[in-house]
T-cell receptor, first 114, second 113 residues
Framework: DGGITQSPKYLFRKEGQNVTLSCEQN?????MYWYRQDPGQGLRLIYY???????QKGDIAEGYSVSREKKESFPLTVTSAQKNPTAFYLC?????????????FGPGTRLTVT | LAKTTQPISMDSYEGQEVNITCSHN???????ITWYQQFPSQGPRFIIQ???TKVTNEVASLFIPADRKSSTLSLPRVSLSDTAVYYC??????????????FGKGTMLLVSP
């Protein structure tokens, strides 16, 4: 089955530690995205990538970093510089084709930092 | 990026038609409108997308007036499983680049028996 996988589903870290969230897709999509969702809020874009080895900052990129070394993978690192890292993180992908706005989302990773 | 405004919540009963309206007064000429559904602790799921007039697929219809300053998602004959948060997203064409792609707070639809 094609789709997006995120691991782990739940992640706990101590304050001051960097943590990397995994996102893999086998849909052969060019575009990938990372969003953050806080309780009762909508999704906010952290980073997006249109193609391998290229990525752009979204609305709330401070304290986060990404890489796109392979088409299938778009890991997100939450650094110690992120002031409020506890949130639900969602990865998504899309074809990147003109006129196609459908994003496919993964199941999400819930990160708790104490 | 066009800001969107939706009702915070809506209530309905099984079998009824539900219409959720999204306002986007400053939509740009090349912006498209998409709608997503999200269940608790899951990623959103794409429902429908459109540019103008009416679009229909197997689960919903999307009505967009000529001025495109609003759009209405129509869900025919809802069931209990349609209880979810519905997001309206307005965005420019992919590859034109955007640094802000924010889903608003969405509309919480509660369907009762």
């Amino acid at each position: 089955d094609g789709g997006i996988t995120q691991s782990p589903k739940y992640l706990f870290r101590k304050e001051g530690q960097n943590v990397t969230l995994s996102c893999e897709q086998n849909l052969n999509h060019d575009a990938m995205y990372w969003y953050r969702q806080d309780p009762g809020q909508g999704l906010r874009l952290i980073y997006y990538s249109q193609i391998v080895n290229d990525f752009q900052k979204g609305d709330i990129a401070e304290g986060y970093s990404v890489s796109r070394e392979k088409k299938e993978s778009f890991p997100l690192t939450v650094t110690s510089a992120q002031k409020n890292p506890t949130a639900f993180y969602l990865c998504a992908s899309s074809t990147g084709l003109a006129g196609d706005y459908e994003q496919y989302f993964g199941p999400g990773t819930r990160l708790t930092v104490t | 990026l066009a800001k969107t405004t939706q009702p915070i919540s809506m209530d309905s009963y099984e079998g009824q038609e539900v219409n959720i309206t999204c306002s986007h007064n400053n939509i740009a000429t090349n912006d498209y409108i998409t709608w997503y559904q999200q269940f608790p602790s899951q990623g959103p799921r794409f429902i429908i997308q459109g540019y103008k007039t009416k679009v229909t697929n197997e689960v919903a219809s999307l009505f967009i007036p000529a001025d495109r300053k609003s759009s209405t998602l129509s869900l025919p004959r809802v069931s209990l499983s349609d209880t979810a948060v519905y997001y309206c997203l307005v965005a420019p064409p992919w590859r034109t680049g955007y640094s802000t792609l924010t889903f608003g707070k969405g509309t919480m639809l509660l369907v009762s028996p």
